[in-house]
């Protein structure tokens, strides 16, 4: 008997994860694309300072890293862009980034995908937005049916022990 509170736990949990999904799948897509892109930065950028540690200069394209063997090829972003390399005056005296979705070399500014934080606008990217109407009526509906689902759940269980054991559970 202890096995239908347990059930119907993971009844309720599993059925609220897939409506949560619902609402928040397309942004968990884009977060995942931004967070891969700014892995591949960190990767090109540990390359880049690996070149220079061996040859004493940085490497004068991305593409040298790969013709030194520093990679094997080159990644594109995952908006099918080229990753920016630059020398800068800056303390590592370069910079990688991506131009992001809307594929133009902003400085790392604008919806360009840096190392670091960073925090990307709804307008371009879809996330970090405020829920719209219709997101809050779905966000409502979850809750209910969770709170539904939870009261008949507890009066299950307080009717099921009545019947088994012939006495008030609660």
């Known amino acids: 008997m202890r096995a239908i509170p347990i059930m119907l736990g993971a009844l309720l949990i599993s059925t609220a994860a897939i409506f949560a999904l619902e609402i928040l799948e397309p942004s968990m897509l884009v977060h995942l694309k931004i967070t891969e892109a700014q892995v591949q930065v960190r990767l090109l950028r540990e390359a880049v ?7 004493g200069a940085l490497p004068p394209t991305l593409d040298q890293l790969a013709i030194s063997g520093f990679m094997v090829r080159l990644p594109n972003d995952r908006w099918g862009n080229h990753y920016i390399y630059r020398q800068t005056e800056s303390q590592d005296g370069f910079v990688v980034y991506s131009p992001g979705i809307d594929a133009i070399d ?5 919806d360009d995908v840096i190392n670091g934080e960073k ?3 709804c307008d371009v990217y879809g996330v970090n937005c405020p829920l719209s109407p219709i997101e809050w009526a779905k966000l409502l509906s979850i809750l209910l049916f969770v709170l ?5 759940a507890v009066t299950g269980v307080v009717g099921v022990c009545r019947l088994c054991f012939g006495r008030d559970a609660t």
């Open 49 to 55: 300072l690996h070149y220079r540690s061996s040859f």
């Open 106 to 110: 902003q400085n790392g500014e604008g």
């Open 119 to 121: 925090k990307y606008d």
């Open 148 to 152: 539904s689902f939870a009261a008949l």
